[in-house]
């Protein structure tokens, strides 16, 4: 790995690590946001959705976007959108002027986001180097989830909660600063190729709308109708556009289509985890901003060193399908374990099981990136994988949606029923967490009953070697 190429490689994993930072940590200063601001539990949700909603719709335009005109300069732009994205939202007064700083951040994270594995495909060609490149990639993903929850913690224990978003600036503007001099420019196949900005459109207004149907009671039927037509209307563009944003060959594979649909399940209840636990505690326990973000931290870090360490043992002994099943039944106990949380727990009996058992993630999500970019042809791996991060977005925000609804109208409930704060909002999240179990337990299903495992041809010995199942030709 050539030293410019390695420092090209830092300033991408570095760029990664500011998106990843300001996912999880948000998690841990949502209810000091929530009593700062006035935020409604529908509004301290958009904080979240707002975010994923715009990084998941714009992943497929942005990453086509930075064929046609460069993949550095879509870099750059991205990059600058979310450091001035970050400094309104640390800047916010209000919650209006949160949320839209939340959406912009989004959009920037998408565009920096969409274009970084291109980036990284060009500069390290070879098959074992571009591996070594992505597991330093992942590593940076997976370490942002563990800093994100303790500093998230510290500054607002510290500071206050805009300085969870201001820190993002001096790191934006020494990604900035290094990316000109060490990622190689790229000219672009220009704009005569052309980009489905309609399609964009729908696809960014239907998401939109279907999370406000889960988050919105009073325009439900309204939004959910609006949802289902511009959907409807993005499936219709994309079968006849001249340049489709996401040919719809793509999803002839079971393969393909199958784990997308796995992942929108299994993101959307082990996201939701991250959030209602931390609200658990704060909420219920009475934890500070810091003692939330400690107490998180050993599953972040169960993941990070099951997926870096165990995994790609586990998948070369047992196979993909076989490794996400164990993973995502590991993940059905930690839920089944949060259903009988008490509105008194305690760490290290209550907790600390469920911390552990959700490394099953870390088994679960390498393994089903394997399965569903199995099933692409080899002329789709670049649209197959911004399908694959737009539904893990998409199931991101659904599930953080849904559940929070969820155990927001048991709370209400419970709450009028004469039950005590700390009992009325323990009994909605432990109804979240059998929810979020039973979308796992569905992702044990499908990936038992919809997912293949690769196709085995035989060896000169008669043993058998594996081999992606191929998609079906257009």
Do not use: C
């Not at 300001?22 to 000091?32: E, F, K, L, Q, R």
């Not at 796995?262 to 505690?281: K, P, R």
């Not at 109208?409 to 109804?431: C, I, K, N």
């Amino acid at each position: 790995m050539g030293t410019n190429r390695g420092a090209a490689l830092a300033v991408l994993a570095a760029g990664m690590l500011m998106t990843v930072l300001d996912g999880s940590i948000v998690t841990v200063a949502m209810p000091v946001m929530q009593a700062d601001l006035g935020l409604s539990p529908a509004g301290l949700t958009w904080v979240v959705n707002a975010y994923l909603i715009a990084f998941g719709s714009l992943l497929l335009l942005a990453g086509r976007i930075g064929d046609l005109l460069g993949r550095r300069r879509i870099l750059l732009a991205g990059t600058a959108v979310f450091v001035l994205a970050s400094a309104l939202a640390g800047l916010a007064t209000g919650p209006a002027m949160l949320i839209a700083a939340r959406f912009l951040q989004g959009a920037g994270s998408a565009m920096s986001s969409a274009v970084s594995l291109g980036i990284i495909v060009t500069l390290f060609p070879a098959p074992a180097e571009r591996a070594k490149a992505f597991g330093v990639f992942a590593f940076t993903g997976a370490a942002g989830a563990s800093i994100g929850q303790v500093l998230g913690g510290v500054l607002t224990d510290l500071l206050s909660w805009h300085w969870i978003f201001l820190i993002n600036v001096p790191i934006g503007v020494a990604a900035l600063a290094l990316t000109v001099p060490f990622v190689p420019a790229d000219r672009g196949l220009g704009l005569r190729a052309g980009a489905d900005v309609l399609g964009a459109v729908l696809v960014t207004t239907g998401l939109m709308t279907g999370i406000a149907a889960v988050v919105q009671p009073a325009g439900r039927v309204l939004f959910s109708v609006a949802a289902v037509l511009l959907l409807a209307g993005f499936v219709a563009r994309q079968a006849t556009a001249r340049t489709p944003l996401m040919p719809l060959r793509v999803l002839r594979s079971r393969q393909v289509a199958g784990a997308n649909v796995l992942q929108i399940l299994m993101i959307g209840a082990m996201f939701s985890f991250q959030i209602l636990v931390a609200l658990y505690m704060q909420r219920v326990l009475h934890y500070t901003a810091l003692q939330t973000g400690l107490a998180m931290l050993p599953a972040a870090l169960a993941i990070a060193v099951v997926s870096l360490l165990v995994s790609a043992r586990v998948i070369a002994r047992a196979g993909e399908r076989a490794t996400l099943i164990i993973g995502l039944a590991l993940l059905v106990l930690a839920m089944a374990w949060l259903t009988r949380l008490p509105a008194d727990a305690r760490f290290a009996p209550d907790l600390l099981p469920v911390m552990l058992l959700i490394a099953g993630g870390g088994l679960a999500l390498p393994a089903i990136t394997g399965l569903g970019m199995s099933g692409a042809r080899a002329d789709d791996a670049g649209l197959a994988s911004g399908l694959f991060n737009t539904t893990q977005q998409l199931g991101m925000a659904l599930g953080v949606a849904a559940l929070s609804t969820v155990a927001a109208s048991r709370t209400a409930g419970r709450l009028a029923d004469g039950a005590t704060e700390a009992v009325a909002l323990t009994d909605g999240y432990r109804l979240a967490f059998t929810v979020s179990a039973a979308l796992l337990a569905a992702s044990i299903l499908v990936a038992a009953l919809v997912l293949r495992a690769p196709v085995r041809p035989a060896r000169t010995d008669g043993s058998q070697v594996a081999e992606p199942e191929p998609a079906a030709r257009a």
